[in-house]
């Protein structure tokens, strides 16, 4: 499955500066009483974008939505699932993907979504697994050197 497929593309496409300014616009201009769709078009386009604490913010409002406006939420959890896996979050970004799965198990997007966070969980975890093993390879040298030293002090 993973990234072979072309239905997460919204993981590794950003959206343009100029695009994102559209949204932002429509977003500020209608201030407090920002509509939800408004709300929503400029989340997605904060999570397309490859600036982290747009991404976070992006994450942010649609957090708002999935809480505040239950017949949006299954909108939002692609996204929520999206956002999450940018920003490295892939606990997160499963649970949320999971959640739509468990209500669409034929949604292509989030089937690829899987794919792409299994990928990423499964390589950080031998990258941490490794980098684990050289620790502990270093602090048996320490170890044996402080301890032969301690010996020979006697």
């Known amino acids: 499955m993973g990234s072979n497929l072309p239905y997460a593309a919204d993981a590794e496409s950003p959206l343009k500066p100029e695009e994102l300014q559209v949204l932002r616009a429509q977003y500020d201009?209608?201030?407090?009483?920002?509509?939800v769709q408004t709300k929503f078009n400029y989340a997605w386009g904060l999570i397309k974008v490859n600036n982290r604490s747009e991404q976070q913010e992006g994450v942010r409002l649609l957090s708002e939505i999935f809480r505040n406006v239950p017949e949006r939420r299954r909108e939002?959890?692609?996204?929520?699932?999206?956002?999450?896996?940018?920003?490295g979050n892939y606990a997160e970004a499963r649970r949320y993907n999971d959640l739509l799965l468990d209500h669409e198990p034929g949604n292509l997007q989030a089937a690829s979504l899987r794919g792409l966070i299994d990928d990423k969980v499964s390589k950080e975890g031998l990258m941490g697994v490794a980098i684990l093993g050289g620790v502990a390879i270093a602090a048996g040298v320490v170890g044996s050197i402080l301890f032969k030293g301690a010996q020979r002090k006697r």
């Open 76 to 87: 939002c959890l692609y996204y929520l699932g999206l956002g999450n896996y940018k920003l």
């Open 29 to 35: 201009k209608e201030g407090h009483f920002v509509g």
